[in-house]
């Protein structure tokens, strides 16, 4: 059964730094485009970053997150990672991992990123 759980949420100050996980299993996750989203209170889900599947290719910041996130991922552990530094109030959302391959995502149940002071 193909699964990704999101880890490391949680509070943390406006300017701090917070590094997500996400965590891979049941499916060929080396293969899989990596994606994170993000959704807070009253908005739609937005794309934040997206690694191809070797994470040789050219990496996706949506703009306001360039320079302050980074996307990773480590095929070797099925793993995938959001740095993120300098956060902000409006970073604050449910942040979700997701995985793609053609017409086959795979979606992680989200972990909460509170900023505040």
């Known amino acids: 059964q193909a699964q990704l759980v999101e880890s490391g949420g949680g509070l943390v100050h406006p300017g701090e730094a917070k590094t997500l996980s996400c965590a891979a299993s049941?499916?060929?996750?080396?293969?899989?485009?990596i994606q994170w989203h993000r959704q807070a209170p009253g908005k739609e889900r937005e794309l934040v970053a997206g690694?191809?599947?070797?994470?040789?290719?050219?990496?996706l910041y949506v703009d306001s997150v360039k320079g302050r996130f980074t996307i990773a991922r480590d095929n070797a552990k099925n793993m995938a990672f959001l740095q993120m530094s300098s956060l902000k109030p409006g970073d604050a959302a449910v942040y979700y991992c997701?995985?793609?391959?053609?017409?086959?995502?795979?979606w992680g149940q989200g972990t909460q990123v509170t900023v505040s002071a």
């Open positions: 997701k995985a793609i391959m053609g017409g086959t995502v795979y």
């Open positions: 690694i191809s599947s070797n994470g040789n290719g050219n990496l």
């Open positions: 049941g499916f060929g996750f080396k293969s899989y485009a």
